[in-house]
C-alpha cells in the first residue's frame, strides 16, 4: 500500500539550514510526484512546493530563494532543505503524493505522511 | 496567488447537513474541470482527501460527502453529519501553484 514517512531533526538552531527525508512506498517516484506541506503549530496548511516524476520541482513563491527539493530514485526518498531559518518556521512538515486522475495529474494530494515537527530554536 | 476564503467555524446538530463553502478570487476553473479540493484533517491527524476536482469522491470515503461548485464559489456537504465528522475542512485550489484556504472548523453539536 502507499505510505510515505517523513524524517529529520525536531530541533534547528535559527539561521542554520533544515533537512528533511520523505521515505515512500507502494509507488515509485517516476511516475508520481511528491509535495512539501507545512503547518505551523494551530494553524493552516502551505504548500511548499513539488518534485515532479521527471524530476522538474515548482516552488511556492514565498519560499523559492530558500527552498530546495531533491530526490533519490534508487533509495525512494524525497528530500527537502530550506536554508535560514526563523522561529515563523517551526511547523509540522508533511510530505504528500501529487494524485491523478484517468493517469493525468491535477496537483491535489492523495496520500499523505504523518508528519514531522521542526522547532526553530536556540 | 490564489486567495481561498472560508468560514472559521460551524456548528451543526448530529444527522443534520454541513455545508462548508470556499470562495477564491480567481476563476479556478481550466478546460472543463475545476482545480478545486477538499481534505479533512483532525486534530493529530495529517489531511485525508474527501474531493478532488470539485465533485470527485476519494477512494473510501463515504457517499455522505459530497462536493460542488464552479468558478470562484465551491462548497463541501456532509450529509448526515455523524461524531466522527469533528474535523477542521480544508479546500485547496490547483489552478496556479497550490494554496490552501484557512480551514472551516466542523463542531457536532
Known amino acids: 500500500q502507499v505510505q510515505l514517512k517523513e524524517s529529520g531533526p525536531g530541533l534547528v538552531q535559527p539561521s542554520e539550514t533544515l533537512s528533511l527525508t520523505c521515505t515512500v512506498s507502494g509507488f515509485s517516484l517516476t511516475s508520481y510526484g511528491v509535495n512539501w506541506v507545512r503547518q505551523p503549530p494551530g494553524k493552516g496548511l502551505e504548500w511548499m512546493g513539488t518534485i515532479w516524476n521527471d524530476g522538474s520541482t515548482d516552488y511556492n513563491s514565498a519560499l523559492k530563494s530558500r527552498l530546495s527539493i531533491s530526490r533519490d530514485t534508487s533509495k525512494s526518498q524525497v528530500f527537502l532543505k530550506m536554508n535560514s531559518l526563523q522561529t515563523e518556521d517551526t511547523a509540522i512538515y508533511l510530505c504528500?503524493?501529487?494524485?491523478?486522475?484517468?493517469?493525468?495529474?491535477?496537483?491535489?494530494?492523495?496520500?499523505w505522511g504523518p508528519g514531522t515537527m521542526v522547532t526553530v530554536s536556540s | 496567488d490564489i486567495v481561498l476564503t472560508q468560514s472559521p467555524a460551524l456548528a451543526v446538530s448530529l444527522g443534520q447537513r454541513a455545508t462548508i463553502s470556499c470562495k477564491t478570487n480567481?476563476?479556478?476553473?481550466?478546460?472543463?474541470?475545476?482545480?478545486m479540493h477538499w481534505y479533512q484533517q483532525k486534530p493529530g491527524q495529517q489531511p485525508k482527501l474527501l474531493i478532488y476536482?470539485?465533485?470527485n469522491l476519494a477512494s473510501g470515503i463515504p457517499a455522505r460527502f459530497s462536493g460542488r461548485g464552479s468558478g470562484t464559489d465551491f462548497t463541501l456537504t456532509i450529509d448526515p453529519v455523524e461524531a466522527d465528522d469533528t474535523a477542521t475542512y480544508y479546500c485547496q485550489q490547483s489552478r496556479n501553484l497550490p494554496t490552501f484556504g484557512s480551514g472551516t472548523k466542523l463542531e457536532i453539536k
Open positions: 476536482l470539485a465533485s
Open positions: 480567481q476563476n479556478v476553473d481550466y478546460y472543463g474541470n475545476s482545480y
Open positions: 504528500a503524493r501529487d494524485g491523478e486522475s484517468l493517469g493525468a495529474s491535477y496537483w491535489y494530494f492523495d496520500f
